[in-house]
């Protein structure tokens, strides 16, 4: 007799399986074309490894457990002495042991030439689909490393610590990770004060000469980004001005850098992440730089940030995309499968180009910064297109996500399932680095300051020309209202957005698939566009782009 208690009284039933344990490179037909495009299929077996290794099972039980258990700082010990510390779950570490292990962070440092900085970034995409919290100290240690470069003695110090692919968790000064092998450090920056947000002008923190080549740095930072790194940037005014400072975490001694952690930041996403509000206390700083010149040493940073923000944006999009169409295959209601509905095909097929045109315009942009020392012309693309694709992706990766979490009905939007995470994720990269009033600005002080930006934009939609009529005269259209946009400072966002829209479907057009580009091109140019999803006009072919956007996992 069977005397197994029963405890269900119903069979669960037409539920999408997890998404998970599959190579997200390789199901990615976006990435797989990208990196040919641009130089970098060298890097394809690196790549599929990164793909396995942020598609595993593990890796996203790691990323749960890293937001579950978010961190704490630990101000003071249990005698009373400041430590100024932070704690984490090992989920944290083990996730950052492996973005580090693969070189998501300095691929493009340690093996410089074609493909290099498209490579990386390839790195990065992948990465923030798994779990964002550590791309964050990532992107800063990728965007400093050349910062840092332009000083031989800070270099000589740090260099080979935060180009390491081996990483240390420990908390202490850089002298306890150097052996025979040595082993990775973290770049932090703190920047924002409370008085100033993204105007870097009115900071206040003081830095005072020390007469030995030594600053000591006094003020409070209202957002300082992962406290627990290795060693800062930041900002400090001198008698000459607001100046640039390499601030190590730690003495040798083995004390904290004067640096007091008042308390993280609650925030409503990237929970695993820790981020501060801290006060300088006579931490001993390098300058980096000239003198009052280190605004321009700053946004040279950012610069490099916020292109980063723009592939990690794409990725994120990806991920929402992939887990919609992967969820609405194996889903059923009124008789079929939602993918073979034709309202779901036209929503899945619009999230799909939307996602492949962020990525085409994030690559190329990285593409840019592989050729720029070499091409003049490139490197003002970079310049120009870096806050056009930081500003445009990232405020449509929270439309994308939260139309994909959509796609799940009521089991998106629990704790239990990624989405949760990935949609409170969603907004923060239109914030980071500058929010989009400040990147559009960025965007037309480059048109400004830089005589040949323009120039050099047009070209790359020009080469599009005479691919599409509908293209042929949306082109034609902005070239008629430019110098009146230019002009006009309320006009910025509505600058941006369509030389945005122009660059992507240049990109579709010369690159993606006729149907990818077609869709976006009938969609997005060709008038009526609402900005929402599901508004594919008749004649796109929305259940072929719907198909091809589900996940192969073989």
């Not at 990285?366 to 091409?375: C, N």
């Not at 930081?390 to 929270?398: E, H, I, L, N, S």
């Given at each position: 007799?069977?005397?197994?208690p029963?405890?269900?009284?119903?069979?669960?039933?037409?539920?999408?399986?997890?998404?998970?344990?599959?190579d997200?490179?390789?199901?990615?037909?976006?990435?797989?074309?990208?990196?040919?495009?641009?130089?970098?299929?060298?890097?394809?077996?690196?790549?599929?490894?990164?793909?396995?290794?942020?598609?595993?099972?593990?890796?996203?039980?790691?990323?749960?457990?890293?937001?579950?258990?978010?961190?704490?700082?630990?101000?003071?010990?249990?005698?009373?002495n400041?430590?100024?510390?932070?704690?984490?779950?090992?989920?944290w570490?083990?996730?950052m042991?492996?973005?580090?292990?693969?070189?998501?962070?300095?691929l493009?440092?340690?093996?410089?030439g074609?493909?290099?900085?498209?490579?990386?970034?390839?790195?990065?995409?992948?990465?923030?689909?798994?779990?964002?919290?550590v791309?964050c100290?990532?992107?800063?240690?990728?965007?400093?490393i050349?910062?840092?470069?332009?000083?031989?003695?800070?270099?000589?110090?740090?260099?080979?610590?935060?180009?390491?692919?081996?990483y240390?968790?420990?908390?202490?000064?850089?002298?306890?990770?150097?052996?025979?092998?040595?082993?990775?450090?973290?770049?932090?920056?703190?920047?924002?004060?409370t008085?100033?947000?993204?105007?870097?002008?009115?900071?206040?923190?003081?830095?005072?000469?020390?007469?030995?080549?030594?600053?000591?740095?006094?003020?409070?930072?209202?957002?300082?980004?992962?406290?627990?790194?290795?060693?800062?940037?930041t900002?400090?005014?001198?008698a000459?001005?607001?100046s640039?400072?390499?601030?190590?975490?730690?003495?040798?001694?083995?004390?904290?850098?004067?640096?007091?952690?008042?308390?993280?930041?609650?925030?409503?996403?990237?929970?695993?992440?820790?981020?501060?509000?801290?006060?300088?206390?006579?931490?001993?700083?390098?300058?980096?730089?000239?003198?009052?010149?280190?605004?321009?040493?700053?946004?040279?940073?950012?610069?490099n940030?916020?292109?980063?923000i723009?592939?990690?944006?794409?990725?994120?999009?990806?991920?929402?995309?992939?887990?919609?169409?992967?969820?609405?295959?194996h889903?059923?209601?009124?008789?079929?499968?939602?993918i073979?509905?034709?309202?779901?095909?036209n929503?899945?097929?619009d999230?799909?180009?939307?996602?492949?045109?962020?990525?085409?315009?994030?690559?190329?942009?990285?593409?840019?910064?592989?050729?720029?020392?070499?091409?003049?012309s490139?490197?003002?693309?970079?310049?120009?297109?870096?806050?056009?694709?930081?500003?445009?992706?990232?405020?449509?990766?929270p439309?994308?996500?939260?139309?994909?979490?959509?796609?799940?009905?009521?089991?998106?939007?629990?704790?239990?399932?990624?989405?949760?995470?990935?949609?409170?994720?969603?907004?923060?990269n239109?914030?980071?680095e500058?929010?989009?009033?400040?990147?559009?600005?960025?965007?037309?002080?480059?048109?400004e300051?830089?005589?040949g930006?323009?120039?050099?934009?047009?070209?790359?939609?020009?080469?599009?020309?005479g691919?599409?009529?509908?293209?042929d005269a949306?082109?034609?259209a902005?070239?008629?209202?430019?110098?009146?946009?230019?002009?006009?400072?309320?006009?910025?966002?509505?600058?941006?957005?369509r030389l945005?829209?122009?660059?992507?479907?240049?990109?579709?057009?010369?690159?993606a698939?006729?149907?990818?580009?077609d869709?976006?091109?009938?969609?997005?140019?060709?008038?009526?566009?609402?900005?929402?999803?599901?508004?594919?006009?008749?004649?796109v072919?929305?259940?072929?782009?719907?198909?091809?956007?589900?996940?192969?996992?073989?």
């Amino acid at each position: 007799m069977d005397t197994a208690p029963r405890y269900s009284t119903y069979e669960v039933t037409n539920q999408a399986p997890p998404l998970a344990d599959y190579d997200a490179f390789a199901a990615d037909p976006v990435l797989q074309v990208a990196i040919s495009a641009f130089a970098a299929d060298w890097a394809r077996d690196r790549l599929h490894e990164s793909g396995r290794c942020v598609g595993s099972a593990r890796v996203q039980e790691l990323a749960r457990l890293a937001n579950r258990f978010t961190p704490e700082a630990h101000t003071h010990d249990r005698f009373g002495n400041r430590i100024d510390q932070i704690a984490f779950h090992p989920a944290w570490h083990e996730l950052m042991g492996l973005t580090i292990g693969q070189e998501t962070h300095a691929l493009c440092w340690n093996r410089p030439g074609p493909g290099a900085q498209v490579a990386r970034a390839a790195l990065q995409y992948l990465w923030y689909g798994a779990e964002s919290g550590v791309c964050c100290p990532i992107s800063m240690t990728y965007s400093a490393i050349p910062i840092l470069k332009q000083d031989a003695a800070r270099w000589a110090e740090w260099g080979a610590l935060i180009t390491s692919n081996a990483y240390d968790s420990r908390q202490g000064p850089a002298a306890t990770k150097t052996g025979p092998t040595k082993t990775g450090a973290t770049v932090g920056m703190a920047m924002t004060e409370t008085q100033g947000g993204s105007d870097l002008r009115q900071t206040q923190t003081v830095a005072r000469d020390n007469g030995d080549g030594t600053h000591s740095l006094f003020g409070q930072k209202w957002f300082f980004s992962v406290p627990h790194s290795d060693v800062f940037l930041t900002l400090a005014r001198t008698a000459e001005g607001v100046s640039c400072f390499v601030v190590a975490g730690w003495l040798p001694s083995g004390e904290r850098n004067g640096i007091a952690i008042l308390r993280l930041k609650e925030k409503c996403g990237n929970r695993s992440n820790a981020s501060s509000e801290i006060e300088f206390r006579g931490a001993i700083g390098h300058m980096l730089g000239e003198p009052g010149r280190g605004l321009r040493t700053g946004l040279a940073m950012n610069h490099n940030t916020r292109l980063d923000i723009a592939a990690a944006s794409a990725g994120l999009m990806r991920q929402a995309v992939a887990q919609a169409a992967h969820h609405c295959a194996h889903r059923h209601a009124f008789q079929r499968a939602l993918i073979d509905q034709p309202i779901m095909q036209n929503v899945l097929g619009d999230l799909a180009i939307e996602a492949e045109a962020a990525a085409w315009l994030a690559f190329r942009l990285f593409a840019a910064v592989d050729r720029q020392e070499t091409s003049e012309s490139e490197r003002l693309l970079a310049r120009i297109g870096a806050p056009i694709a930081k500003y445009w992706v990232a405020k449509r990766t929270p439309a994308v996500l939260v139309e994909a979490l959509e796609c799940h009905g009521g089991n998106g939007f629990i704790e239990e399932h990624a989405m949760a995470r990935h949609y409170r994720e969603a907004p923060l990269n239109s914030i980071w680095e500058g929010s989009g009033n400040v990147i559009c600005l960025d965007v037309l002080r480059s048109l400004e300051r830089e005589p040949g930006a323009l120039p050099a934009l047009q070209d790359e939609l020009r080469a599009a020309k005479g691919a599409d009529r509908r293209y042929d005269a949306s082109l034609a259209a902005l070239d008629s209202a430019l110098p009146e946009l230019v002009r006009q400072e309320g006009q910025a966002r509505r600058l941006v957005e369509r030389l945005a829209l122009l660059l992507q479907a240049s990109l579709l057009l010369r690159h993606a698939s006729h149907e990818v580009a077609d869709a976006f091109v009938a969609s997005r140019l060709d008038g009526g566009w609402s900005g929402h999803f599901g508004d594919l006009p008749t004649g796109v072919d929305a259940a072929a782009l719907a198909r091809r956007a589900v996940p192969a996992l073989g």
